[in-house]
């Protein structure tokens, strides 16, 4: 978990997250919850 972190992907999702949790729009979060957890998988495969 703690490599995921680091990946650009999820360093990139996060910040989109959270911002679309907090304006309500779905155009940020959807798109930031995919890089998310794409970059978590790519950071636990190489764990």
């Keep these: 978990m703690e490599k995921a972190f680091r990946n650009p992907l999820f360093l990139t999702g996060l910040p989109l997250a959270i911002c679309g949790v907090a304006f309500t729009a ?9 890089l998310m957890i794409a970059g978590w998988a790519k950071g636990n495969k190489r764990a």
């Design 26 to 34: 779905p155009g940020l979060w959807i798109p930031g919850l995919v």
